[in-house]
């Protein structure tokens, strides 16, 4: 069970929530957070069905969340969502979708403008009110360096010409569905664009360049950066990203979208040092090469401004939670076999 928590947990009684994606960062996160809720508030009639390849699976990895009332998961994946009736929601978080690692650019579009697609006929299908699609602030494409944030209202897109636009226009033209769906069928669709992200479910490896700090530093290795440590990103803590994604599908706008991340910039070298410091001093940070001049990627800070007229904050300070997402790390390998992992190099580009 996580030890933080934001500094406010929503009341969620009644709420019927179906969630894709529930087994990956992002969606273990809100389970956590819901964990939190209950054990405050009770669960009061609240259900939540989450879909999952292998349940038998993930819950023997996982098995803090077993045997809870209110919380059930159903085997499947996103191609069986349209055949799938009878399920009793009233919201759906369609949080389904890789970040990193398909080999076909052809087969990541499709999962993601098609799993979205299915997703939202699931949810007319079964006579949900509310859709809560997990986009990403790489739908933005470059940020411009003399733009300190990226507003929801900026016009800016990923070019067609890059191979590496596929993630940012496939979720682009998800939002689009979303959109669609809720002027011609009334389904009150929103959209979180997250940005990068902190917590103990972060990747340990691979494109989040926050996972392989904390990794390295808990591994006792050297912090390694794959460039100069000059490119910006800011980064929101898990729970707190929870509590704004669950804000937003309980009190979000419909036909709206809503940056999630901080607007605290950090460079990755800063965030190389900052983990250092805070979990490992002794460890050395060791920059690679000068980034290229024409990196498109050196800025990726959002600006938060509708959700925090929502109410909502950057409620855990970055140091606060590189060092809770390391103490929660550190308590899950020493309960299991997992450890924390061999040293790798850090990349600069994570985008959620």
């Given amino acids: 069970m996580p030890s933080s928590a934001p500094s406010e947990l929503l009341r969620l009684a009644g709420v019927r929530v179906f969630l894709t994606g529930g087994t990956g960062f992002v969606g273990r996160s809100v389970l956590d957070y819901l964990l939190l809720s209950t054990a405050l508030h009770g669960t009061r009639d609240m259900q939540v069905c989450v879909l999952s390849r292998d349940p038998a699976r993930f819950l023997r990895e996982w098995p803090r969340y077993a045997g809870l009332g209110w919380l059930r998961f159903i085997e499947g994946d996103l191609q069986s969502l349209r055949g799938l009736r009878g399920q009793a929601c009233d919201q759906v978080i369609?949080?389904?979708?890789?970040?990193?690692?398909?080999?076909?650019?052809?087969?990541?579009?499709?999962?993601?403008?098609?799993?979205?697609?299915?997703?939202?006929?699931?949810?007319?299908?079964?006579?949900?009110?509310?859709?809560?699609?997990?986009?990403?602030?790489?739908?933005?494409?470059?940020?411009?360096?003399?733009?300190?944030?990226?507003?929801?209202?900026?016009?800016?897109?990923?070019?067609?010409?890059?191979?590496?636009?596929?993630?940012g226009q496939a979720k682009r033209m998800a939002e689009q569905l979303c959109t669609v769906y809720w002027k011609e069928h009334g389904l009150e669709s929103i959209i979180a664009r997250c940005f990068a992200l902190v917590g103990e479910h972060v990747p340990l490896s691979g494109a989040y360049a926050i996972g392989n700090f904390i990794r390295d530093a808990l591994d006792g290795q050297p912090l390694r950066l794959t460039g100069d440590g000059s490119a910006v990103r800011s980064y929101l803590y898990g729970h707190d990203a929870a509590h704004w994604l669950m804000t937003l599908l309980l009190r979000g706008s419909p036909g709206e979208a809503y940056n999630v991340g901080s607007d605290a910039a950090v460079s990755i070298r800063e965030l190389a040092e900052l983990t250092a410091a805070r979990l490992s001093p002794s460890l050395p940070v060791i920059a690679g090469q000068a980034m290229a001049a024409d990196n498109t990627r050196s800025r990726y800070v959002p600006d938060i401004s509708k959700a925090v007229a929502l109410g909502l904050t950057v409620a855990t300070p970055l140091s606060q939670a590189i060092e809770l997402s390391a103490q929660l790390i550190k308590r899950r390998a020493s309960d299991s076999t997992i450890r924390p992992g061999g040293s790798a190099v850090a990349p600069e580009h994570d985008v959620t």
């Fill in 94 to 167: 369609h949080a389904a979708a890789d970040t990193h690692g398909v080999t076909s650019g052809v087969k990541w579009a499709e999962q993601i403008i098609g799993g979205t697609h299915a997703a939202l006929d699931f949810a007319l299908l079964n006579r949900a009110r509310r859709f809560l699609l997990l986009s990403s602030g790489a739908i933005y494409g470059a940020q411009p360096p003399d733009l300190e944030l990226l507003p929801e209202t900026f016009a800016g897109a990923p070019s067609p010409m890059l191979y590496t636009s596929v993630y």
